[in-house]
Nanobody, 118 residues
Framework: QVQLVESGGDLVQPGGSLRLSCATS????????LHWYRQAPGKRRELVAA???????NYDDSVKGRFTISRDNAKNKVYMQMNSLKPEDTAVYYC????????????WGQGTQVTVSS
């Protein structure tokens, strides 16, 4: 059974930091591209950050220079360090894993709430 479980979401003041974690099980972790998405109330889910099998990263312009995605293949975990948080970063953050292997296969976590407010 495949599971992606996010943690680390919290209420934080503007300018603060959080580190999100996503623990995975049931997949060959090192074979999957990994992503963090977010969805704010009333808005569509959007891709925030991505990391490839080889460790290359990509970010939405809104978080470049503030967020850092990383992966630990030994622990089957993906992280996102979020610094200089802004109120507009408030959203539910989702972990996503995907692989092309005879077809596209992907999995989602249940999400973790990040609220940036004073």
């Amino acid at each position: 059974q495949v599971q992606l479980v996010e943690s680390g979401g919290d209420l934080v003041q503007p300018g603060g930091s959080l580190r999100l974690s996503c623990a995975t099980s049931g997949i060959i972790f090192s074979s999957y591209g990994l992503h963090w998405y977010r969805q704010a109330p009333g808005k569509r889910r959007e891709l925030v950050a991505a990391i490839t099998v080889g460790g290359s990263t990509n970010y939405d312009d809104s978080v470049k220079g503030r967020f850092t995605i990383s992966r630990d293949n030994a622990k089957n975990k993906v992280y996102m360090q979020m610094n200089s948080l802004k109120p507009e970063d408030t959203a539910v953050y989702y972990c996503h894993a995907a692989v092309y292997r005879g077809g596209y296969t992907d999995y989602w976590g249940q999400g973790t709430q990040v609220t940036v407010s004073s």
